[in-house]
Protein backbone atom coordinates (compact mmCIF):
# COMPACT_ATOMS: atom_id res chain seq x y z
CA UNK A 1 0.00 0.00 0.00
CA UNK A 2 1.30 3.24 -1.12
CA UNK A 3 0.82 6.48 1.37
CA UNK A 4 0.80 9.45 -0.46
CA UNK A 5 3.06 12.24 1.35
CA UNK A 6 0.63 15.19 3.28
CA UNK A 7 0.65 18.25 1.60
CA UNK A 8 1.80 21.24 3.20
CA UNK A 9 1.40 24.57 2.25
CA UNK A 10 3.33 27.26 4.42
CA UNK A 11 1.61 30.44 3.83
CA UNK A 12 4.86 32.95 4.42
CA UNK A 13 3.94 36.53 4.87
CA UNK A 14 6.18 39.33 4.82
CA UNK A 15 7.39 39.99 8.01
CA UNK A 16 7.38 36.54 9.15
CA UNK A 17 8.88 35.77 12.66
CA UNK A 18 11.97 34.16 11.98
CA UNK A 19 11.75 31.70 14.62
CA UNK A 20 7.94 30.77 13.58
CA UNK A 21 8.42 29.72 10.46
CA UNK A 22 12.03 28.18 10.46
CA UNK A 23 10.96 25.81 13.73
CA UNK A 24 7.80 24.78 11.51
CA UNK A 25 9.82 24.11 8.25
CA UNK A 26 12.86 22.46 10.20
CA UNK A 27 10.46 20.16 11.63
CA UNK A 28 9.11 18.51 8.81
CA UNK A 29 12.59 18.40 7.48
CA UNK A 30 14.00 16.56 9.82
CA UNK A 31 10.79 14.07 9.76
CA UNK A 32 11.61 13.42 6.29
CA UNK A 33 15.44 12.60 6.91
CA UNK A 34 14.35 9.88 9.59
CA UNK A 35 11.71 8.40 7.78
CA UNK A 36 14.38 8.06 5.11
CA UNK A 37 16.85 6.80 7.03
CA UNK A 38 14.79 3.88 8.05
CA UNK A 39 13.69 3.34 4.57
CA UNK A 40 10.24 4.93 4.58
CA UNK A 41 9.07 7.51 2.30
CA UNK A 42 8.68 10.78 3.21
CA UNK A 43 5.46 11.27 4.71
CA UNK A 44 5.05 15.49 3.94
CA UNK A 45 5.61 17.41 0.68
CA UNK A 46 6.15 20.99 2.15
CA UNK A 47 5.54 24.10 -0.06
CA UNK A 48 6.79 27.60 0.59
CA UNK A 49 4.69 30.48 -0.86
CA UNK A 50 4.23 34.01 -0.28
CA UNK A 51 1.58 36.19 -1.81
CA UNK A 52 4.69 38.50 -3.52
CA UNK A 53 7.57 37.37 -5.49
CA UNK A 54 10.31 38.57 -2.46
CA UNK A 55 9.42 38.10 1.20
CA UNK A 56 11.30 39.95 3.95
CA UNK A 57 11.31 37.99 7.57
CA UNK A 58 11.19 40.50 10.55
CA UNK A 59 14.78 39.87 11.14
CA UNK A 60 15.32 41.21 7.59
CA UNK A 61 16.07 37.69 5.72
CA UNK A 62 15.27 37.15 2.43
CA UNK A 63 12.72 34.40 2.35
CA UNK A 64 12.94 31.68 -1.10
CA UNK A 65 9.16 31.44 -1.64
CA UNK A 66 7.38 30.10 -4.68
CA UNK A 67 4.42 31.78 -6.60
CA UNK A 68 0.78 29.63 -5.76
CA UNK A 69 -0.06 27.63 -8.23
CA UNK A 70 -3.89 27.82 -9.85
CA UNK A 71 -4.34 24.26 -9.24
CA UNK A 72 -2.59 23.59 -6.12
CA UNK A 73 -4.72 22.03 -3.47
CA UNK A 74 -2.95 21.33 -0.25
CA UNK A 75 -4.15 18.78 2.61
CA UNK A 76 -2.99 21.26 5.31
CA UNK A 77 -2.29 25.09 4.95
CA UNK A 78 0.01 26.56 8.11
CA UNK A 79 -0.06 29.98 8.91
CA UNK A 80 3.12 31.23 10.80
CA UNK A 81 3.34 34.45 12.95
CA UNK A 82 4.27 37.69 11.59
CA UNK A 83 6.52 39.66 13.83
CA UNK A 84 4.37 42.15 14.65
CA UNK A 85 4.24 41.32 18.71
CA UNK A 86 2.44 44.81 20.06
CA UNK A 87 -1.32 45.62 19.51
CA UNK A 88 0.29 49.05 17.86
CA UNK A 89 2.12 47.00 15.14
CA UNK A 90 -0.24 44.35 14.81
CA UNK A 91 -3.60 46.11 13.91
CA UNK A 92 -2.18 47.72 10.98
CA UNK A 93 -0.39 45.17 9.26
CA UNK A 94 -3.46 43.15 9.82
CA UNK A 95 -4.42 45.59 6.75
CA UNK A 96 -1.99 45.23 4.70
CA UNK A 97 -2.94 44.27 1.04
CA UNK A 98 -0.91 40.79 1.05
CA UNK A 99 -2.08 40.38 4.27
CA UNK A 100 -5.70 40.43 2.75
CA UNK A 101 -4.97 38.53 -0.09
CA UNK A 102 -3.90 35.55 1.84
CA UNK A 103 -7.03 35.56 3.48
CA UNK A 104 -8.42 35.04 0.16
CA UNK A 105 -6.12 32.26 -0.55
CA UNK A 106 -6.86 30.55 3.20
CA UNK A 107 -10.54 30.61 2.01
CA UNK A 108 -10.35 28.97 -1.03
CA UNK A 109 -7.80 26.53 -0.08
CA UNK A 110 -10.04 25.23 2.55
CA UNK A 111 -13.40 25.38 0.14
CA UNK A 112 -11.33 23.22 -1.44
CA UNK A 113 -10.79 20.87 1.78
CA UNK A 114 -7.85 22.04 3.58
CA UNK A 115 -7.56 21.88 7.20
CA UNK A 116 -6.23 25.69 8.82
CA UNK A 117 -3.21 25.42 11.08
CA UNK A 118 -2.07 29.23 12.74
CA UNK A 119 0.40 29.39 15.66
CA UNK A 120 1.14 32.64 17.74
CA UNK A 121 0.53 35.53 15.96
CA UNK A 122 -0.65 33.72 12.88
CA UNK A 123 -3.81 32.59 14.50
CA UNK A 124 -4.83 36.39 13.71
CA UNK A 125 -4.68 35.93 10.34
CA UNK A 126 -6.93 32.97 10.36
CA UNK A 127 -9.21 34.62 12.49
CA UNK A 128 -9.67 37.54 10.10
CA UNK A 129 -11.13 35.21 7.69
CA UNK A 130 -14.21 34.31 9.93
CA UNK A 131 -13.11 30.50 10.06
CA UNK A 132 -12.52 30.43 14.07
CA UNK A 133 -16.05 32.13 14.68
CA UNK A 134 -18.01 30.34 17.03
CA UNK A 135 -14.71 27.62 17.49
CA UNK A 136 -12.30 27.17 20.07
CA UNK A 137 -8.89 28.49 19.69
CA UNK A 138 -5.91 29.52 21.66
CA UNK A 139 -3.42 32.20 20.67
CA UNK A 140 0.07 33.99 21.98
CA UNK A 141 -1.10 34.60 25.40
CA UNK A 142 0.08 38.33 25.33
CA UNK A 143 -2.16 39.43 22.74
CA UNK A 144 -5.06 37.78 24.21
CA UNK A 145 -7.24 40.46 25.32
CA UNK A 146 -6.52 42.08 21.97
CA UNK A 147 -7.68 38.88 20.06
CA UNK A 148 -11.20 38.88 22.25
CA UNK A 149 -11.37 42.33 21.36
CA UNK A 150 -10.98 42.05 17.48
CA UNK A 151 -13.15 38.73 17.49
CA UNK A 152 -15.78 38.35 20.24
CA UNK A 153 -17.48 34.88 18.16
CA UNK A 154 -14.30 33.33 18.53
CA UNK A 155 -13.88 30.69 22.12
CA UNK A 156 -10.21 31.61 23.07
CA UNK A 157 -8.82 29.49 25.88
CA UNK A 158 -5.03 31.07 25.41
CA UNK A 159 -4.09 28.98 28.55
CA UNK A 160 -4.28 25.53 26.05
CA UNK A 161 -0.98 25.02 23.63
CA UNK A 162 -2.59 23.21 20.97
CA UNK A 163 -6.42 23.71 20.30
CA UNK A 164 -7.70 21.38 17.19
CA UNK A 165 -11.07 21.89 15.83
CA UNK A 166 -13.09 20.71 12.63
CA UNK A 167 -11.83 23.17 10.19
CA UNK A 168 -7.65 22.61 11.94
CA UNK A 169 -5.86 23.95 14.37
CA UNK A 170 -4.40 26.84 16.75
CA UNK A 171 -1.05 26.45 18.78
CA UNK A 172 0.24 29.15 21.25
CA UNK A 173 3.06 31.77 21.54
CA UNK A 174 6.34 31.22 19.68
CA UNK A 175 7.54 28.06 20.03
CA UNK A 176 3.87 26.84 20.10
CA UNK A 177 5.18 26.66 16.19
CA UNK A 178 6.83 23.71 17.25
CA UNK A 179 4.57 22.27 19.39
CA UNK A 180 2.48 22.42 15.96
CA UNK A 181 4.55 21.26 14.04
CA UNK A 182 5.02 17.76 15.91
CA UNK A 183 1.23 17.91 16.49
CA UNK A 184 0.89 17.62 12.98
CA UNK A 185 3.60 14.84 12.52
CA UNK A 186 1.95 13.17 15.38
CA UNK A 187 -1.04 12.60 12.98
CA UNK A 188 0.81 10.98 10.35
CA UNK A 189 2.71 9.26 12.74
CA UNK A 190 3.31 9.04 16.56
CA UNK A 191 6.43 7.31 16.49
CA UNK A 192 7.83 9.56 13.99
CA UNK A 193 7.16 12.68 16.08
CA UNK A 194 8.21 11.13 18.99
CA UNK A 195 11.87 10.59 17.57
CA UNK A 196 11.35 14.47 16.02
CA UNK A 197 10.69 15.54 19.40
CA UNK A 198 13.83 13.76 20.62
CA UNK A 199 16.36 14.83 18.18
CA UNK A 200 15.06 18.43 18.66
CA UNK A 201 14.79 18.84 22.48
CA UNK A 202 11.44 19.09 22.14
CA UNK A 203 9.31 18.27 24.88
CA UNK A 204 5.89 17.74 24.68
CA UNK A 205 3.71 20.93 26.24
CA UNK A 206 -0.20 20.83 26.63
CA UNK A 207 -0.41 23.91 28.13
CA UNK A 208 0.93 27.76 27.38
CA UNK A 209 -0.51 28.92 30.96
CA UNK A 210 2.78 28.28 33.09
CA UNK A 211 4.11 31.20 30.82
CA UNK A 212 1.86 33.81 31.44
CA UNK A 213 2.62 36.85 33.20
CA UNK A 214 -0.42 38.05 34.74
CA UNK A 215 0.91 41.69 35.20
CA UNK A 216 1.12 41.79 30.93
CA UNK A 217 -1.86 41.20 30.51
CA UNK A 218 -3.38 43.67 32.77
CA UNK A 219 -1.89 46.26 31.00
CA UNK A 220 -3.98 45.87 27.98
CA UNK A 221 -7.01 47.74 30.07
CA UNK A 222 -6.31 50.58 32.93
CA UNK A 223 -9.07 49.35 35.13
CA UNK A 224 -7.67 45.97 34.72
CA UNK A 225 -4.28 46.90 35.75
CA UNK A 226 -5.51 48.96 38.74
CA UNK A 227 -6.93 46.27 39.69
CA UNK A 228 -3.85 44.27 39.41
CA UNK A 229 -1.98 46.50 41.44
CA UNK A 230 -4.53 46.23 44.30
CA UNK A 231 -4.73 42.38 44.37
CA UNK A 232 -0.90 42.35 44.46
CA UNK A 233 -1.06 44.53 47.99
CA UNK A 234 -3.93 41.76 49.44
CA UNK A 235 -2.75 38.55 48.29
CA UNK A 236 -2.36 37.51 52.17
CA UNK A 237 -6.03 38.42 52.28
CA UNK A 238 -8.95 36.48 51.42
CA UNK A 239 -10.25 38.04 47.99
CA UNK A 240 -13.77 40.07 48.25
CA UNK A 241 -15.00 41.45 45.23
CA UNK A 242 -17.11 44.01 46.48
CA UNK A 243 -13.61 45.15 48.73
CA UNK A 244 -11.87 45.05 45.20
CA UNK A 245 -14.94 47.21 43.00
CA UNK A 246 -14.66 50.10 45.96
CA UNK A 247 -10.73 50.19 45.82
CA UNK A 248 -10.52 51.06 42.37
CA UNK A 249 -13.52 53.26 42.28
CA UNK A 250 -15.87 51.15 39.87
CA UNK A 251 -18.67 48.37 40.64
CA UNK A 252 -18.67 45.09 41.49
CA UNK A 253 -20.82 44.04 38.17
CA UNK A 254 -18.02 46.61 36.07
CA UNK A 255 -14.82 44.63 37.59
CA UNK A 256 -16.45 41.41 36.85
CA UNK A 257 -17.62 42.55 33.25
CA UNK A 258 -14.45 43.59 32.65
CA UNK A 259 -12.27 41.17 33.23
CA UNK A 260 -14.45 38.51 31.04
CA UNK A 261 -14.14 41.08 28.83
CA UNK A 262 -10.17 41.62 28.91
CA UNK A 263 -8.81 38.32 30.53
CA UNK A 264 -12.01 35.66 29.87
CA UNK A 265 -12.26 34.95 33.78
CA UNK A 266 -13.48 36.30 36.81
CA UNK A 267 -11.71 38.68 38.88
CA UNK A 268 -11.16 35.86 42.19
CA UNK A 269 -9.50 33.77 39.15
CA UNK A 270 -7.56 36.33 38.53
CA UNK A 271 -6.35 36.95 41.58
CA UNK A 272 -5.53 33.54 42.16
CA UNK A 273 -3.17 34.00 39.32
CA UNK A 274 -1.60 36.59 40.78
CA UNK A 275 -0.97 34.38 43.85
CA UNK A 276 0.35 31.77 42.11
CA UNK A 277 2.65 33.61 39.95
CA UNK A 278 3.90 34.80 43.54
CA UNK A 279 4.16 31.75 45.32
CA UNK A 280 6.17 29.99 42.25
CA UNK A 281 8.47 33.22 42.65
CA UNK A 282 8.95 32.39 46.28
CA UNK A 283 9.03 28.77 45.74
CA UNK A 284 11.67 29.32 43.67
CA UNK A 285 13.60 32.36 45.13
CA UNK A 286 13.38 31.82 49.24
CA UNK A 287 14.02 28.99 51.62
CA UNK A 288 10.61 29.02 52.71
CA UNK A 289 8.49 25.87 53.37
CA UNK A 290 5.15 25.77 51.73
CA UNK A 291 3.30 26.70 54.63
CA UNK A 292 4.91 29.92 55.28
CA UNK A 293 4.13 30.65 51.66
CA UNK A 294 0.43 29.79 51.25
CA UNK A 295 0.46 32.20 54.75
CA UNK A 296 1.77 35.49 52.59
CA UNK A 297 -0.62 34.25 49.46
CA UNK A 298 -3.43 33.66 51.41
CA UNK A 299 -4.05 30.25 52.30
CA UNK A 300 -4.40 28.85 55.84
CA UNK A 301 -1.89 26.01 54.93
CA UNK A 302 0.33 24.58 52.45
CA UNK A 303 -2.00 22.09 51.13
CA UNK A 304 -4.58 23.84 49.70
CA UNK A 305 -1.53 25.95 47.92
CA UNK A 306 -0.44 22.49 46.78
CA UNK A 307 -3.58 21.80 45.04
CA UNK A 308 -4.04 24.97 43.47
CA UNK A 309 -0.44 24.67 41.99
CA UNK A 310 -0.78 21.42 40.30
CA UNK A 311 -3.82 22.74 39.08
CA UNK A 312 -2.86 26.00 37.84
CA UNK A 313 0.94 24.76 36.62
CA UNK A 314 0.63 21.12 36.12
CA UNK A 315 3.23 20.79 38.68
CA UNK A 316 4.16 20.11 42.25
CA UNK A 317 6.36 22.13 44.69
CA UNK A 318 9.08 19.86 44.13
CA UNK A 319 9.16 20.02 40.54
CA UNK A 320 9.09 24.05 40.48
CA UNK A 321 11.60 24.15 42.62
CA UNK A 322 14.27 21.60 41.30
CA UNK A 323 14.40 24.04 37.99
CA UNK A 324 16.45 26.65 40.11
CA UNK A 325 19.09 23.79 41.51
Known sequence: MVISAMRIAVLILDGAF????????????????????????????????????????SGGLVIPVEPIPAD??????IVPALGA??????VPALERPDVKD???????????GAQVAASCIGTFVVAETGLLDHRESTTTWWLAPLFR???????????????PTDIGVTAGAAMGHLDLALWLIRKSSPELAAMVSRY????VRTAQGPYIIPNHLAQADPLILKFERWAREHLHEGFNLQDAAIAIATSPRSLQRRCQDVLGKSP??????????RAQNLLQGTSLDVDAIATQVGYVDGATLRTLLRQRLGRGVRDLRADVR
Open 18 to 57: DIGFTSVLDSFRVANNLAAQQGEPRLFKVSTFGMRRKVRS
Open 72 to 77: YKPDWV
Open 85 to 90: STPQLL
Open 102 to 112: ARSVILKWRAD
Open 149 to 163: QRYPNVRLNESRMIV
Open 200 to 203: LLAD
Open 268 to 277: LSYFQDLRVE
